[in-house]
């Protein structure tokens, strides 16, 4: 039986979200950069400011500069130590031509966070809206753009680590 | 290397499953209907009446006609606009021979629920059984049956929106 | 479009780990020492634990009929008649060369648990780190090794089922 070029589409950029979300959780924060494109668009944002378009969400970065800054950030101000994050990811849906050679996706998410003290919380809920390069080795395309829509708008408060 | 006939049959039921939770969760609910046959049997039930063989459950319809009254009647009570749901499922089982034109499967979800107010709460967790045909293209296989076993059993005095 | 080894290994394990959350959420207790090899490992340990190398986690076995007996212990105690549990996992990674006899594979994992009255609680989140032998039939190798790794140390107190 042959695979059909969306659905191994759809499996090469589960892969790529699957490295992304191990190098968050599992504390190689460092990695998380490199995982994007030089010229890239990260943002997170809310459902709401999504559906209204408004242009700047409440994390915006447009190069792999940025992100290294904020990566060292959070290790300079502690924060990444408290914490550990876990993301759980469902199966991953081509939005455009599977042969084309940036693919975008959607992706749903969710996020749990356990404090030092040993509490677990749900953190965050959402969908990726990916734009990913395809690449010939499985799960190694970087990310020109990852918009991350949270589904609650009160996430911001809380924000520390990238989604 | 090829892929098996139950793998392949295991992801295009999950494509089909991506493109359900997305039509939920992004409030595409009036597309939801037309993801069923004509003919077709939606119920929503607990674990515990689901293994006591009871026929009717939370939510049931035995037609797509009666899933489209469901969505007018949820549009005029207004209910579908003060929150919003995020189902993540995982790998979809197949129960049957996976060459069958109407594919057996089980898959595990949980669905969080965000508020108007931006609290994120749990809301169900449980399993699809469903009854799903085949389709030459990826993920457009109609549901014949679809089963929602709720682990819990309180889940009816707050279900406004289908699962 | 072909497969490659490392996509096709990976859905290998998951649709082994889609049969190991099942056997524990349907309530089939007694099938789940079968998915292991006659010797093998099952810990359950803390990310702290995890990180520190420390050997014995929350849960430690080193045989098939080790597993047994915890079964034959949870039944004898009533333990796992008033809740149930459902388990979401996200993709699998495969750690290792995709064509080796033994796959090694990450999974991320959320538990929720629903309670004799209804209440559905997160219980546990954390990833898989699995020994999974390569088997003919899809989904049907045997765990020589499954490391469930927790991100909270909290979950000890707690705990009464198999991750």
Not at 40 to 58: Q, W
Not at 61 to 74: K, T, Y
Not at 129 to 140: K, M, N
């Amino acid at each position: 039986m042959k695979l059909d070029a969306r659905t191994a589409a759809s499996l090469g950029v589960q892969a790529r979200l699957a490295n992304y979300a191990r190098c968050l959780d599992n504390g190689e924060l460092e990695k998380w950069p490199g995982l994007f494109s030089e010229q890239c668009l990260y943002k997170v944002t809310s459902a709401e400011n999504h559906r209204r378009d408004m242009p700047i969400g409440l994390i915006y970065a447009d190069s792999r500069a940025m992100l290294q800054d904020r990566v060292s950030a959070l290790r300079e101000a502690n924060i990444y130590e408290g914490q550990s994050y876990r993301h759980v990811i469902g199966p991953t849906t081509i939005l455009n031509d599977p042969g084309a050679p940036v693919l975008e996706a959607e992706t749903s998410f969710v996020v749990v966070r356990t404090m030092r003290d040993g509490q677990t919380l749900l953190f965050a809920s959402g969908r990726y809206l990916d734009r990913v390069e395809v690449s010939a080795e499985v799960g190694a395309g970087l990310f020109r753009e990852k918009i991350v829509v949270c589904d609650s708008s009160r996430v911001d408060t809380l924000l520390a680590l990238p989604l």
